[in-house]
């Protein structure tokens, strides 16, 4: 394997020729080895937007050159198109805020960057970390991404319980048709119940989490009100996402209920969803209903 050395405070080290990550990013793998898993996808996409929202805002301002915000924002587009996934290397977990989950995006960005404009990797002469980092907070810019995926991933969670609501509504309205089966039709309508008010919580929860906190403290205060404003507009064109600026930020990155609630929401959801599988396989021992094999082909399961 081929190396190249790259520098930093603590000194040189060797790092794969191939690799986009840097020596940043190697440092943290090696020094936080907890739980051997690493950044999950939702999340390389949510630091992809937001590396992408950044370059186009500080381009809009005059803090970044054009071009070298079209290479930063092109390198984002192909991480959000499934590339360089393997790169973000760093475990999970980590200490500092998540600062190297943040160094790992600036460093695989910066040079694919740089790659697109005719450079090398560990360079960072054409397009340097600062510039893909350019006016954001690392634990800002970390929750955020954080925020986004919680926000991407729990509403395809609420989609899937929506199509179970819509199955067991179907399951009560037949047997609705048939008298001796009326008992059945009450016992589904309680599982239907019990699952909409679950999707009322999440959803509830949810309200809480678009609220997110974006800052540029070392802008005058009126360039840093255009900046967050042309920030979160372009936030919310890019991630598809309804998110909205807080009216206080120090309070938004401190107090973490909205996260809180919607995750006590979903393990109660958990829970519900548990007790309604132990009920459902009573009624079959019972001889009340059947629960067909899972279909091997589409894994689908109708209930008779």
Not at 91 to 118: C, H, K, P, S, W
Not at 178 to 196: H, K, N, P, V
Request: glycine fraction near 6%.
């Amino acid at each position: 394997m081929r190396y190249r050395i790259e520098q930093d405070n603590l000194g040189e080290k060797k790092v794969p020729a191939e690799a986009y990550y840097g020596i940043g990013s190697l440092r943290s793998k090696e020094t936080y080895q907890i739980t051997k898993h690493g950044i999950i996808r939702q999340m390389i996409k949510s630091f992809a937007n937001i590396k992408k929202t950044a370059a186009k805002t500080n381009s809009d301002m005059g803090y970044l050159n054009k071009d070298v915000a079209e290479a930063i924002f092109l390198s984002c587009e192909e991480i959000l198109n499934g590339r360089l996934h393997g790169q973000f290397i760093t475990d999970v977990v980590q200490g500092g805020y998540g600062f190297a989950m943040n160094t790992n995006a600036n460093e695989v960005i910066a040079n694919r960057a740089n790659e697109l404009m005719g450079g090398e990797k560990g360079k960072y002469d054409l397009v340097r970390l600062e510039d893909v980092n350019l006016n954001q907070d690392n634990y800002e810019m970390v929750l955020l991404a954080g925020k986004l995926s919680i926000i991407r991933l729990t509403k395809k969670l609420l989609t899937e319980g929506k199509k179970l609501c819509n199955a067991l509504a179907d399951k009560i309205e037949a047997y609705k048709l048939s008298r001796a089966d009326y008992s059945l039709g009450q016992q589904f309508q309680a599982f239907y119940e019990i699952l909409e008010k679950n999707m009322k919580r999440i959803t509830s929860g949810m309200n809480g989490v678009l609220e997110v906190a974006v800052s540029a403290r070392h802008l005058p205060p009126e360039q840093e009100e255009l900046y967050v404003r042309k920030f979160m507009k372009y936030l919310v064109q890019y991630s598809g996402e309804a998110v909205f600026q807080t009216k206080n930020i120090l309070e938004n990155k401190q107090n973490l209920d909205a996260i809180s609630w919607t995750s006590v929401a979903l393990k109660v959801l958990i829970s519900d969803l548990s007790k309604i599988a132990v009920d459902l396989k009573l009624l079959e021992e019972q001889g009340k209903i059947k629960i067909p094999d899972i279909d091997p082909a589409g894994h689908d399961v109708v209930l008779d």
